[in-house]
């Protein structure tokens, strides 16, 4: 009964934005880094983003870098993703997993939520 549930996508228009919120429940979010991650069919899973336990270290996937970021709320249980300047190859199942304090080249998430799909089309 350990869950993350993903909320925001949706269709956007190139150049656009969205903000994911990953929302868990049934455990204490303090101390688990949260990271995104996302997959397109046919294609290999890959890490988005990643934010520490306490928040005080991000990373970001080089193809994402400088028009994502992420953050959290403790208080509220929630992650968030902003997305700007979206482009077309950012198409995916995005995906948050919690692993405990560190983000550690986003190995070993033991808790996934479902997906939200983003769509980035004109």
């Known amino acids: 009964q350990l869950q993350l549930v993903e909320s925001g996508g949706g269709l956007v228009q190139p150049g656009g934005s969205l903000r994911l919120s990953c929302a868990a429940s049934?455990?204490?979010?303090?101390?688990?880094?949260i990271a995104w991650f996302r997959q397109a069919p046919g294609k290999e899973r890959e890490g988005v983003s990643c934010?520490?336990?306490?928040?005080?270290?991000?990373n970001y996937a080089d193809s994402v870098k400088g028009r994502f970021t992420i953050s959290r709320d403790n208080a509220k249980k929630t992650v968030y993703l902003q997305m700007n300047s979206l482009k077309p190859e950012d198409t995916a199942v995005y995906y948050c997993?919690?692993?405990?304090?560190?983000?550690?080249?986003?190995?070993?998430?033991?808790?996934w939520g479902r997906g939200t799909q983003v769509t980035v089309s004109s």
């Open positions: 997993a919690a692993r405990g304090f560190h983000c550690s080249g986003y190995v070993d998430f033991a808790f």
């Open positions: 049934g455990f204490t979010l303090d101390y688990y880094a």
């Open positions: 934010i520490s336990s306490s928040g005080g270290s991000t």
